[in-house]
């Protein structure tokens, strides 16, 4: 199939070299002069994993190409949708500028018979909005709805081999054909057996936001449970462990910490909030508040357990942050709780310096008033507490005995609840972590 991606951030640059090595014929599409020299250079522009070996793969091919010019995109059958939907500033709904551009952009080059994919996470009663636009410009065009779930640091896999797959199809013979051009984009999936929903606009919007509300609902879940934990002495991580247990409720996304960040979770649920009073059904949804409150009282608790380690006051003391991505192998710090906490400390008084293997660039951009270090050893050089803020295997792996000696005091925050407490407190260390004893 000849396709095009509109759109290369995380979601899109990633889509469209899954499809090239499916087999297809693939132009990305962007506005970023920078990230497509860098993609047409075989180069991701982020940190994936398996993505730059894909790139050159593909690349190989003379399959996948990118270009800042939308009407590249002319003569593709399928156009994916794969732009950003980021929180609005100042409010919880979702920006819908991009989207919006880019299907203004993508109309004028639709033939008849092409289908046009919308793959961003959208507010419920988008897709129906543009199928209208569709109906006006290009009437032998069809939208689908094909929302995506790929997990940062695991793109490539979820790409590839995804859950399911799900597509909004609009009724009659229309929705028929389109159906079938998706069929043959996702072949090799669907022969893998991929379980496949076939829906129409509105569910299958709601699917995305329903899945990441549940992830969120999750882990804040278990995040209350440390806050009890912490008032009775009780272990969290031994709790989630028994819980998970039990199959109706599974230990995946049962880890307490600090919580969700990037960017999706967190404006997901809030956008999804907007949205439902917008319809109003906001009662619906008013549990997300709690769960969004939950989320962020864990990073002032995290602060308030680095103080209580640190005597009772952290001005002036010198705090090693470890992590600035808002999880491991990403390099994305978009709502990153490890950096929300360095933040916090700082303001506070803190001279704190964060590290992270990848995302250290991404960091300083965001919060150019921190100060940062290439390693582990270097930030916490002298550091009076330190901080696990998003756990890296290499900070998994650290040895509590060589770490202890660069330090010049041994107290750690496990903000994740990976490392093993026995060992570092043998080791001389102080060790608090949010919701263990
Ligand atoms: C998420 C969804 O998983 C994905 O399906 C969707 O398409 C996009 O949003 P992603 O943002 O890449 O993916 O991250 P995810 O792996 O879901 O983690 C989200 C956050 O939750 C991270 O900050 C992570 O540290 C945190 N988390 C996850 C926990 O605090 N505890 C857990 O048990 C699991």
């Known amino acids: 199939m000849r396709i095009s991606v509109i759109g290369c951030g995380y979601l899109g640059a990633v889509h469209a070299a899954c499809m090239a090595q499916l087999g297809h014929d693939v132009v990305g599409v962007d506005v970023d002069a920078e990230k497509v020299a860098l993609l047409a250079s075989g180069r991701a522009p982020f940190f994936e994993p398996g993505l730059p070996e894909l790139l050159e793969e593909t690349m190989a091919t003379g399959r996948l190409r990118f270009t800042t010019d939308l009407a590249e995109a002319a003569g593709a059958q399928v156009h994916f949708v794969c732009v950003g939907t980021p929180q609005k500033r100042g409010e919880n709904a979702a920006d819908m500028r991009f989207v919006d551009a880019a299907v ?12 046009l994919v919308g793959k961003s996470t959208v507010p419920v009663g988008t897709a129906e909005r543009i199928a209208e636009r569709l109906a006006e410009v290009q009437p032998g065009a069809t939208l689908v709805w094909n929302p995506e779930f790929l997990r940062e640091g695991f793109a490539v896999q979820d790409t ?5 797959l799900v597509y909004g199809i609009p009724a009659g013979p229309d929705g028929a054909h389109a159906q079938a051009v998706l069929d043959e984009v996702y072949a090799t999936p669907l022969a893998d057996g991929t379980p496949q929903v076939v829906t129409d606009f509105a569910t299958a919007q709601l699917v995305k936001v329903a899945a990441n509300s ?10 209350a449970m440390a806050e009890l934990c912490e008032t009775t002495g009780a272990d969290v991580t031994q709790l989630a462990d028994a819980i998970g247990h039990d199959a109706r409720i599974g230990r995946r996304f049962l880890n307490a910490g600090l919580g969700f960040g990037g960017g999706c979770l967190p404006k997901d649920i809030r956008a999804f909030m907007a949205r439902a009073g917008e319809l109003g059904a906001d009662q619906a949804l008013s549990f997300l508040r709690e769960v969004d ?7 002032v608790r995290m602060v308030d357990l680095a103080r209580e380690v640190c005597d009772g006051s952290i001005v002036g003391r010198k705090v090693a942050v470890l992590g600035a991505a808002f999880k491991p192998n990403s390099d994305d710090v978009r709502d990153s709780p490890a950096l929300s906490v360095a933040a916090q400390m700082a303001l506070q008084g803190a001279t704190v310096v964060v590290t992270d293997p990848e995302a250290v660039a991404n960091a300083e951009r965001a919060w150019p008033q921190l100060s940062f270090a290439a390693t582990a050893e270097e930030a916490a050089a002298g550091a009076d507490v330190v901080l696990l803020a998003t756990e890296w295997q290499e900070y998994r792996d650290l040895d509590p005995h060589a770490f202890g000696e660069v330090v010049r005091g041994k107290r750690v925050v496990d903000g994740r609840n990976v490392l093993d407490p026995g060992k570092w407190r043998a080791a001389g260390w102080v060790y608090r972590a949010l919701g263990r004893p």
């Open 104 to 115: 203004e952009g993508i109309l004028p080059h639709l033939a008849p018979g092409d289908v």
């Open 160 to 164: 590839l081999h995804p859950d399911r």
């Open 214 to 223: 549940f992830l969120a609902t999750k882990i804040s879940f278990i995040n």
């Open 293 to 299: 409150s939950i989320n962020m009282r864990r990073r």
